[in-house]
Every structure is written in structure tokens, then in C-alpha cells.
């Protein structure tokens, strides 16, 4: 059973316009949420995260926002760069130590 | 370099042979996961070690997986008699608990195909 849920596979977007990458999940247990990218041939690196007791959290071009009741987050990137092109992750904190991700979407960006 | 180093890169066998990946992890992180991932889908966990304690291992990891972290540093999953359905990116991450900021620090994956 996928518990943390990537509907998207792709996406493609405009350089300099908004991408929006969405993440569902099933358990209303996950109290911590992360965002990773991957490029090719690399291990995922860390992004962005956020905590249940906030909707939402800003770094630089990166911002996610969280919806409890919806059990859905999304990460926007606002202006998107060529470079951000690579397949990006959801995961969910799954008690203390256990992280759960999602199947992923590849962003392409393009120029 | 003080990243996470996982050796070899890629590994190419043939079925019914044994394996083993290595991961030396971030110096003084004391939490280690091993991690797989297949094309077209997420990294799906595999086991968790704190320290040299092994706390969880995944239903995934059939008993011709093991894992091993002696002394609490580096880390090796062994997969004896491989199967072509072992073929997949295996990923190690580390992590310091007391300094969480629920932050995974993945190694750049060893790949095993099975012939």
C-alpha cells in the first residue's frame, strides 16, 4: 500500500515560471515531510521540510505548503531554472525514523 | 570528502551469485538506513541500524539479505543466490540523531544488475 502518493510523473515548465510538484498521503500519523532531488546517476539530496504544526515553509525559490485536512503538499518553485530539472521526491517521517517516499516526479525545465 | 561513500558504484552478476555493498557514512552519524530503489519508483526502505543496533528490517528484505554495521561506523548488505529481481539502485543514507533536523544524507547508490 503507497502511503506517500505522486500522482504525476512528469512535468514539464517554462524556465522563469512556477512549477508545482504535489504529494499525497494516506496516514494522518506523518508529522514531519521532506522534499528531495535527484539528479541522474546521484543519491537524492535534501531540499526542503516541513513540520505538521506549520502550513507552510519558505527557502529561497523553494516554498511547501502543507494541507493536513487534505493530506496533500506541494512544493512550488518560483522562477524555475534549467538546472532544477531532475525528479523529485516526497517523503514522509513515519514515527521517529522511518522515512517513506513517494514514486517521484520528473521536472523538466525548459529554457 | 566527508560525504556518505557507498562502493562499488555498480555491480554486475549473475544470478546466484553473492554480493555485498559497503557504505561508510557521515563521520559520527550514528543513524544508518539502507534504502532501494527501482526503476520508476520511489526509494523504498530496507533496514535501520542506531549505532551498531539494527532496529528494523523491512519485510522486503528476504532472509537471503543481510545487514551489518559492526562497531556503529561503516555498514555492508550482503544478498547471497542474487535473483534478476535484485536488480535495483541500492541506496545508503546516514543521519545524527542529536543534532535531527530530519535530514537524510544519501551516498551516490551502488547499482546491482543481475544476469
Known amino acids: 500500500d503507497q502511503q506517500v502518493k505522486q500522482n504525476s510523473p512528469s512535468l514539464s515548465v517554462q524556465e522563469g515560471r512556477i512549477s508545482i510538484l504535489n504529494c499525497d498521503y494516506t496516514n494522518s500519523m506523518f508529522d514531519y515531510f521532506l522534499w528531495y532531488k535527484k539528479y541522474p546517476a546521484e543519491g537524492p539530496t535534501f531540499l526542503i521540510s516541513i513540520s505538521s504544526i506549520k502550513d507552510k515553509n519558505e527557502d529561497g525559490r523553494f516554498t511547501v505548503f502543507l494541507n493536513k485536512s487534505a493530506k496533500h503538499l506541494s512544493l512550488h518553485i518560483v522562477p524555475s531554472q534549467p538546472g532544477d530539472s531532475a525528479v523529485y521526491f516526497c517523503a514522509a517521517l513515519s514515527g521517529t525514523y522511518k522515512y517513506i517516499f513517494g514514486t517521484g516526479t520528473r521536472l523538466k525545465v525548459l529554457a | 570528502d566527508t560525504g556518505v561513500s557507498q562502493n562499488p558504484r555498480h555491480k554486475i552478476t549473475k544470478r546466484g551469485q553473492n554480493v555485498t555493498f559497503r557504505c561508510d557514512p557521515i563521520?559520527?552519524?550514528?543513524?544508518l538506513y539502507w534504502y532501494r530503489q527501482t526503476l520508476g519508483q520511489g526509494p523504498e526502505f530496507l533496514t535501520y541500524?542506531?549505532?551498531?543496533?539494527?532496529?528494523?528490517k523491512s519485510r522486503l528484505l528476504s532472509d537471503r539479505f543481510s545487514a551489518e554495521r559492526p562497531k556503529g561506523s561503516f555498514s555492508t548488505l550482503e544478498i547471497q543466490r542474487t535473483e534478476q529481481g535484485d536488480s535495483a539502485m541500492y541506496l545508503c543514507a546516514s543521519s545524527l540523531e542529536t543534532r535531527w533536523t530530519g535530514e537524510l544524507f544519501f551516498g551516490e547508490g551502488s547499482r546491482l544488475t543481475v544476469l
Open positions: 563521520s559520527e552519524h550514528n543513524r
Open positions: 541500524f542506531q549505532n551498531e543496533a539494527q532496529l528494523e
